[in-house]
Structure formats: structure tokens, C-alpha cells
T-cell receptor
Framework: TQLLEQSPQFLSIQEGENLTVYCNSSSVFSSLQWYRQEPGEGPVLLVTVVTGGEVKKLKRLTFQFGDARKDSSLHITAAQPGDTGLYLCAGDGGATNKLIFGTGTLLAVQP | DTEVTQTPKHLVMGMTNKKSLKCEQH?????MYWYKQKAKKPPELMFV???????INESVPSRFSPECPNSSLLNLHLHALQPEDSALYLC?????????????FGSGTRLTVV
């Protein structure tokens, strides 16, 4: 069974701080996605990483895919209250043809 | 149009009621999905439609009945639900079946069973 564990589970920080969210598995994934879900809304796709070691930047967000394609990280620089939400990593389940969601990280950025 | 539209946004139903959730997309996506999400938890897959045919049923109880009338529409018929079925029900679509290119999610229907 493919599992994706995220850490931390909860994170409450002040505006302007930096943070990193981790997504780890013992399984290899052909690609990995990150979604952000705001309260009362559906998840929104932020990025897809497909190559081991790949780094992608989206404004203040930096995403990295591990060399072995078993883990990923999301780093946010100078967090803002608008970054508040549930962050979900999700992996391509390969032969199952399913999207495997991580356990989620709930981020609260206080003004 | 780059959206998945879900209606209604909120629904309260009794355990003996029959109701339906509706999902619509006009992006030409050929796969559509139903997910169930409890508060602060990741979404759980319920059903997958691929080219308008049911391809995955994650052992969902028969009180949930999906329907895909055409490539743009996906319904979820509800009957005799239990209070523990209260959750956010999310619809998603993808350009082709499978997770490789990511999913577009709707805003969900917040369902409360009383």
C-alpha cells in the first residue's frame, strides 16, 4: 500500500516567517503534486513535479522532489495570512491509476 | 471555462430523504471523480468515471449511487444516508483518466445528514 506521510500535521506561525512542509513515503512515485485547500473550497493544484531532484518555484513557494522520488518538500518564504489552508501532497499511484493523497498539513498564518 | 461547478453548495437532508449532488465541467475532460472529505482530513476517493464509464468504485455503500449522463455531467444520488455520511463531497475532473496531470476540483457540497 502506497502511503504519503506529511509533517508537521499542524503549523501556526506569524506573518513573515518561513516554513517547510515535508511529504514522505517508502514508495517511489512517478510524479507528485501539491494542492492547497482553503476553508470551504476544493483543493487547488499548485504544482506537479516529475523528475527526481526537480525544484520548482511559484512566487514565494519552492517545491522539491527527492532524488529517489519517494519524498517532496514545500518551502514558503515570508508567509502571509493568505497562505492559510490545508496543504496536501498527492502522488501518482501508478498501476492503480489513483491519486494517493498525503495526510495533510494544516497551516495557519497569523497577521 | 476552467472550472468544475458543484451544486448545491450546502445540503441538509434527513435519513429517509433522496437527494442528488450535481457536478459539471466544460473543459473537455474525459475523467471525473467523486471524493468524500471529513474536516481537516485528506479527500477519500469514492468513484471514478473514465470516458463516461464507471471504472473505479472504492467499495462505497449502495446508498451512494453515481451517474454520468454525458461527458460534462456527473451526479451522485443519495438515499437513506446516515449521520456519519455528513461531509464535504468533492467532484474533480482530469484531462485524461489518471493522476499524471493533476485534477481540477470543484468547491464541494457540504452535506449534513440529520
Amino acid at each position: 500500500t502506497q502511503l504519503l506521510e506529511q509533517s508537521p500535521q499542524f503549523l501556526s506561525i506569524q506573518e513573515g516567517e518561513n516554513l517547510t512542509v515535508y511529504c514522505n513515503s517508502s514508495s517511489v512515485f512517478s510524479s507528485l503534486q501539491w494542492y492547497r485547500q482553503e476553508p470551504g473550497e476544493g483543493p487547488v493544484l499548485l504544482v506537479t513535479v516529475v523528475t527526481g531532484g526537480e525544484v520548482k518555484k511559484l512566487k514565494r513557494l519552492t517545491f522539491q522532489f527527492g532524488d529517489a522520488r519517494k519524498d517532496s518538500s514545500l518551502h514558503i518564504t515570508a508567509a502571509q495570512p493568505g497562505d492559510t489552508g490545508l496543504y496536501l501532497c498527492a502522488g501518482d499511484g501508478g498501476a492503480t491509476n489513483k491519486l494517493i493523497f498525503g495526510t495533510g498539513t494544516l497551516l495557519a498564518v497569523q497577521p | 471555462d476552467t472550472e468544475v461547478t458543484q451544486t448545491p453548495k450546502h445540503l441538509v437532508m434527513g435519513m429517509t430523504n433522496k437527494k442528488s449532488l450535481k457536478c459539471e465541467q466544460h473543459m473537455g475532460h474525459r475523467a471525473m471523480y467523486w471524493y468524500k472529505q471529513k474536516a481537516k482530513k485528506p479527500p477519500e476517493l469514492m468513484f471514478v468515471y473514465s470516458y463516461e464509464k464507471l471504472s473505479i468504485n472504492e467499495s462505497v455503500p449502495s446508498r451512494f449511487s453515481p451517474e454520468c449522463p454525458n461527458s460534462s455531467l456527473l451526479n451522485l444520488h443519495l438515499h437513506a444516508l446516515q449521520p456519519e455520511d455528513s461531509a464535504l463531497y468533492l467532484c474533480a475532473s482530469s484531462q485524461v483518466p489518471g493522476p499524471a496531470y493533476g485534477y481540477t476540483f470543484g468547491s464541494g457540497t457540504r452535506l449534513t445528514v440529520v
